[in-house]
């Protein structure tokens, strides 16, 4: 199994700012994913990051509200920009090997006021 | 249109009773279905991978096991620990992941 260390684990952030979420595994994966997490909800996917190539995002997610870098295969971040309150959430990566498990990170616990 | 519905949405248990949660997906190309554990402010904890109809994953109190449609999670004698939220996820096509909306298990003493 994998270990995925992300932060900030949480931060309270201005409106207007930005913030970029890290996460670092502790082998290679091929795909590393980002959700966000309402309280009490499940997971929402935002995008697909595969090392070297462009991120894959969902419907509702674009690249310049959410940038996303995937240098190498045991890292990436994921940037919240120009942030409101409406994206204040819980941010998750986690990384795998396509069709088998992936495994997550703790979360990061945004709040903007 | 590619979907994972997870039922019930919450369920409560005594101590020691027995129960089921379901998945159901409508996905093309399965490539793996996936089950985890959520505990309140942290990560999804990796619990079980299922590949193939027919196929079932045992681990302490919880059973998992899937058919064409739809995975079933056992939980045999419950405990007040085993109080989580329960996700599946199903990996299909090539990249492609869909989470359910979970299941709030409760374990009562």
């Known amino acids: 199994s994998a270990v995925i260390s992300q932060k900030p684990s949480r931060d309270i952030c201005q409106r207007g700012t930005s913030l970029t979420i890290q996460c670092q595994v502790d082998s290679q994966v091929t795909m590393m994913f980002w959700y966000r997490q309402q309280p009490g909800q499940s997971l929402t996917l935002i995008a697909t990051?595969?090392?070297?190539?462009?991120?894959?995002?969902e419907s509702g997610f674009v690249i310049d509200k959410f940038p996303i870098s995937r240098p190498n295969l045991t890292f990436s971040t994921l940037t919240v920009s120009n942030m409101s309150p409406e994206d204040s959430s819980i941010y998750l990566c986690?990384?795998?090997?396509?069709?088998?498990?992936?495994?997550f990170g703790q979360g990061t616990r945004l709040t903007v006021v | 249109e590619d979907q994972v519905t997870q039922s019930p949405e919450a369920l409560r248990l005594q101590e020691g009773e027995s129960s089921s949660l379901n998945c159901s997906y409508t996905v093309s190309g399965l490539r793996g279905l996936f089950w985890y554990r959520q505990d309140p402010g942290k990560g999804p904890e990796f619990l079980f991978t299922l590949y193939s109809a027919g196929e079932e994953k045992e681990k302490e109190r919880l059973k998992a096991t899937l058919t064409k449609k739809e995975s079933f999670l056992h939980i045999t004698a419950p405990k007040p620990e085993d109080s989580a939220t329960y996700l599946c996820?199903?990996?299909?096509?090539?990249?492609?992941?869909?989470f359910g909306a979970g299941t709030r298990l409760t374990v009562k003493p």
């Open positions: 986690s990384g795998g090997m396509g069709n088998t498990e992936a495994f």
């Open positions: 996820a199903v990996a299909f096509n090539n990249n492609d992941m869909r």
């Open positions: 990051a595969n090392q070297g190539s462009e991120a894959t995002y």
